[in-house]
């Protein structure tokens, strides 16, 4: 490897609630750096949320991230002229990038209303476990049970 690894950068908080995974949130929603048009989603997003169930909705946000989650997920490993798919363990910061990932990608497939509407209906249906999101959450988690044979090959 040439040079020195980047430095990682510090997320500041977003302003509203003081929560740096909310603004994890903001910038993975954000497109071509407009900040304030995803701050307006997300912020309007956690209204509707916080309208429909009348719960603090950083609490409803958290609990969607812990049913999202992935613990496990394969990674394809070459050996001998094969490709195997080897389970692998998800490390911390991998696991809330694909978190946000299949959330925002759930909520955008879904046509016809404003994003915050999607997004929040996203959120609330993967914090009761349901949805599109824990949908490909479990898909992964049964992909990394189904090649558990392959485990060998992780290093």
């Known amino acids: 490897m ?10 500041t908080p977003d302003p509203k609630f003081g ?3 909310v603004a994890k949130l903001i910038n993975t929603i954000m497109q071509n750096g407009k900040k304030t048009v995803a701050q307006g989603i997300v912020y309007d997003a956690f209204e509707l ?24 997920e394969v990674k394809s490993k070459r050996v001998g ?20 990932r299949w959330i925002i990608t759930a909520a955008r497939a879904k046509k016809g209303r404003r994003m915050a509407e999607k997004l929040s209906d996203e959120l609330l249906a993967a914090a009761n476990g349901e949805g599109d999101a824990v949908k490909k959450k479990l898909d992964v988690q049964r992909m990394a049970e189904a090649n558990r044979a392959f485990a060998h090959f992780a290093k």
């Open 49 to 72: 949320m916080n309208k429909k169930t009348s719960e603090d909705p950083i609490e409803t946000f958290e609990k969607a991230l812990k049913n999202v989650m992935p613990s496990l």
């Open 19 to 21: 929560n740096v995974v």
């Open 81 to 100: 002229g094969a490709n195997y798919q080897v389970p692998m363990s998800v490390r911390g910061d991998r696991r809330y990038l694909l978190t946000f």
């Open 2 to 11: 040439r040079g020195k690894k980047a430095t990682r950068r510090e997320i």
